[in-house]
């Protein structure tokens, strides 16, 4: 297996107020062991709160199929923050009465499932001797319809001094994971539709969510395909598309004391995706493609910081979406400071023609409002060669080749496929049918 790493930084280190220049400690997640390097930028400050900024880097290596952070390759722009979420089966606030009387489909807080759940009394043991009382428990939770949620939605809060999970319980009210003292106030349309948070912390601080990045998503057939057999759960749940709110954005911290920072975006043009469901039949080296999931996503940027005493603009390049400055205007004392981020397409070795490049930060220069330049970040990566255009060149796939990588997704020259082998066997029912290993002496269909 062949990633790209980080090898060096040379920093300006006069600006964050270091004296000489010296290789400083970089954390390591214990858990992973991947190296969590943050470049701080700046820090918006009013009365008793904070806004940080900085970029951050994945730490993990470039994966084949890996697109662009906000700010290139692995790095992305860590400001303002959000509340998002994981959908499992339908989102929670789905109603599906918005699109017509005969549209039955209900999120986990527009029906009667939580409770239903809630109120069941699950038989499975430890015991590997009984299968039954474990068969008992799968068929109640298969038992239910496409048109019902059987699972609530993982939602993740990030922003300035906040940070955690939650999930809303059987009860229908926010969860947090684990146990964190907020106050939740959850903003809904006439039919349950969720526009925006309002989370309180136990010190009084009050944080706004209520800019929304929606997502319409539709499980779609090829032309003249028949309908699945199997792997069908997603086709069924979203065959008629669903609309639905994905991240919300903050928009406002304020504080017991009157303190207040603001945020603002700017959407950006619809992104389309496609995730396929794929099999292979039998014993066939073709791949059957069952039905694809189609999201279209409205996205946004963030374009300003702000309180009565600073403001922090963000450019953005139109042609690739990077960013491309941070612009910090003090505006008690009027005076500026401004960051150039410069990047490098590079493309694999050898590649004269099919002009498919991937971005990596170069270099982030900065200045002041006299035009004074400051010592520049620098950025160096194994495997690439900068040349004298300011491009690179790379041994690595820059293709997004699907073949060519291993089952976590980096590359692996000698892989002939990434996806893993799922059994089915007609003859079994209930979770039994689907086993990624062979079942001895049962010869799988």
Known sequence: ?????????????????????????????PLTGRAQVSIPIWNVVHGDLSAPISIVHSGGGVKVEEKEGTVGVSWNLDAGGYVSRSVRGLPDDFNGIVNGATDLRKGWLNDNSPSHIA?????????????????????????????????????????????TNFVFGADKLPKTIPYVDLKFEVIKTSSGEITAFHITKNDGVRYVFSSTEMVVRQAKLNYNAPEPSLFSTQ???????????????????????????????????????????????????????LYFVEDIKNTSVLTTISSDAVRVTFQWQELTGLLNQILVEDLINPSSKLFNFVYAPVKKSGDVSSGKTKNFLRTIKEQNSACVSFPSFNFEYVDITYTTNGSGTTSLPIDNDKIKQDIWGYYNASAVSKKPTVYFYTSKTGSERYRHLTIPNVTPT
């Open 235 to 289: 086709r069924q749940q979203y065959k008629q598309a669903v609309r639905f709110a994905e991240q919300w954005k903050l928009t406002k911290i304020v504080s017991p004391a009157g303190s207040e920072i603001n945020f603002a975006y700017r959407s950006k043009p619809n992104v389309k995706s496609v995730k396929d469901v794929e099999v292979w039949e039998g014993n066939s080296s073709t791949i059957t493609r």
């Open 1 to 29: 297996m062949t990633r790209h790493a980080i090898v060096s930084f040379i920093i300006s280190l006069s600006f964050f107020h270091f004296t000489s220049l010296a290789q400083t400690d970089v954390p390591v997640d």
């Open 119 to 163: 109120a069941y009394n699950f038989t499975s043991d430890n015991s590997t001797g009984i299968c039954s009382d474990e068969a008992t428990d799968f068929n109640f939770l298969s038992g239910y319809a496409y048109n019902k949620d059987a699972e609530p939605d993982l939602f993740q809060i990030d922003a300035p001094g906040l940070s």
